[in-house]
């Protein structure tokens, strides 16, 4: 499929309108259309999420790590955040870094914290277009773990 000079897998395009549409319901049932990391840390206890399908997120987000020869740091630092993303507060960081490693600490959050960056980072230009079949993977998993909070 071509868009804007972009060739893409349709396959690409269509995971990427499911994640997007689930994104948009969750953000609307459970942020009142106003998602942000404070939001996140209120409602976080009291979602569920399906924890195979959370940790396979986390799976996908380390392959992509490991890919990139980074440690969790760097990959919560410059992956999620790349040039020109606002930066995540200190605690934001941690949390997400415990939810890519799985350790012990607030998993949900953290979670919820890695959709949040991967929605701003496409909804707000941060994706290179001719990467983006690329991150299908990531993309089904992130669309997984929402639909496993939608029931």
């Not at 689930?22 to 209120?42: A, D, T, Y």
Request: charged content about 25%; proline content about 1%.
């Amino acid at each position: 499929m071509l868009i804007k000079g972009y060739s893409l897998q349709e396959e690409t395009v269509f995971e990427i309108g499911k994640f997007t549409i689930l994104w948009n319901w969750f953000e609307c049932s459970w942020c009142h259309n106003n998602c942000n990391p404070r939001k996140i840390k209120q409602i976080a206890t009291r979602i569920h999420i399906d924890e195979e399908k959370q940790a396979h997120l986390a799976e996908v987000l380390n392959e992509r790590r490991n890919w990139f020869g980074q440690l969790e740091a760097e990959y919560v630092r410059d992956s999620l955040h790349p040039d020109n993303a606002r930066a995540s507060k200190e605690e934001d960081m941690d949390v997400m870094r415990q939810f890519i490693t799985q350790s012990e600490g607030e998993l949900t959050r953290g979670c919820l914290l890695v959709l949040h960056r991967i929605r701003n980072n496409l909804m707000h230009g941060m994706k290179l277009l001719e990467g983006l079949d690329g991150q299908i993977e990531l993309f089904r998993a992130a669309t997984a773990v929402l639909e496993s909070i939608a029931g």
